[in-house]
């Protein structure tokens, strides 16, 4: 359980480490220590973008079984600010979080807040241009998105933000997302890179990959000349890049597992389907070091983890199971006939649920399960109160987190590929 404020950290804590403890084909099973604890892996990361999960304190996350949160750096760096922060001990003792932490390197925004409006394409919602809300053909541009300009520029030195907040500008380079997350001080700090869209063109994807590269080079100079704030070592993990080209994502691949990281991310543009994914994971995840730990960047769906799960990935960040919950959709497994349910998504505010004394999903030990019912719940949300997401949020981190232990447990005893055409509806 997490404390409220936790202690500083030990600085002869235990160092860095990724051990492999079992296999079932490629996809794997271990342990990624750090200064503030062991995640056990395959692993979910909890998304707390501004140094919390929306609506819910520390000790409610932790209690769903959450390993560890991702914060989001430039969110952060524009407010409350990274020299703030690290005022305060660094982002663990700030937001009183005593587990492990990873941020960003404020690369995604130069997706978010550029190509994502140039191109109509969102990170989340509709990730795969070629794809639907329910996974059919021909998923529309965000209208939302259509409506900004751009605010972002490129160029080979550095990235020009106008920030969102109060359209003031600012520049981030390699080694000022370096400075920053060293400020903010969580576990594992990524490379910066460029984030691409499924809309870009190959010259631009490989382009783009190639500055990747040369700004990864940076970030280790950077990492390794401004030592830690906070008495405890940090990890620098590279990100991969090139988009659903193969060619520039084996070169991608190559180039930053050939870098001094301490981890692997894959990152940017997957293809414009979860086919196109799952051909990208292929061409990448073999290119990688066999002994680091490998994050897949803003994936969380169930057929995606399982997916990248079998193709050797070890953890994940997704904001979905949680923007889920504020707009009342909980995750289950299977609907109300045993059948799997639709994008494994129950939308709790229909007028079915009205009397349902049931809890959202029968078996689920999450504190929402264990006490409330579908009914009390759809009235929270139809009367607009702040408990109805909170509490559908604590199931659906626990939904994550329980998926998780069930695919643990599977490596381990080598049933692995039969776990996942039971969670696929293929058994």
Known sequence: MSESRPPRSDPHATPFGFEVHARDGAARSGRLQTPHGAIETPAFVGVATQATVKGLDPERVAATGTQVLFANTYHLYLRPGAELVAEHGGLHRFMGWSRPLFTDSGGFQVFSLGASIDHRVGKVANIFPDEGPAGAPGAAPSPRLAT????????????????????????????????????????????????????????????????????????????????????????????????????????????????????????????????????????????????????????????????????????????????????????????????????????????????????????????????????????????????APQLVSVHNLRFMTRLMEQIREAIAERRFEALARRWLGDA
Not at 159 to 164: A, D, G, K, P, Y
Not at 204 to 222: G, K, N, P, Q
Not at 250 to 260: C, K, L, N, Y
């Open 148 to 387: 900004r300009p751009s605010m972002v520029r490129v160029d080979e030195h550095e990235v020009r933000f106008i920030s969102h907040i109060d359209g003031s500008a600012h520049v981030f380079t390699p080694e000022k997302s370096i400075a920053v997350q060293r400020a903010l001080g969580a576990d594992v700090v990524l490379a910066f890179d460029e984030c691409t869209s499924p809309l870009h063109d190959e010259r631009y994807t490989r382009e783009s990959a190639e500055r990747t590269h040369r700004w990864a080079e940076r970030c280790v100079s950077a990492f390794e000349r401004d030592g830690p704030r906070h008495g405890y070592e940090q990890a620098l993990y590279g990100v991969v890049q090139g988009g659903a080209f193969e060619g520039a994502r084996r070169h991608s691949a190559e180039v930053i597992g050939g870098m001094p990281f301490a981890g692997m991310a894959i990152g940017g543009n997957l293809g414009r389907s979860h086919a196109d994914m799952h051909r990208v994971l292929d061409w990448t995840v073999p290119a990688l070091p066999e002994g680091l730990p490998r994050h897949l960047l803003g994936i969380g769906d169930v057929p995606s983890v399982l997916a990248a799960v079998a193709r050797g990935v070890d953890t994940f960040d997704c904001v979905t199971p949680t923007r889920n919950a504020r707009n009342g959709m909980a995750l289950v497994r299977a609907d109300d006939d045993g059948a799997i349910a639709r994008r494994y998504r129950l939308n709790l505010q229909n007028a079915a649920f009205a009397r349902d004394e049931r809890p959202i999903e029968v078996g689920c030990d999450c504190a929402t399960c264990v006490r409330f019912s579908r009914a009390y719940l759809r009235h929270l949300f139809k009367a607009n109160e702040a408990l």
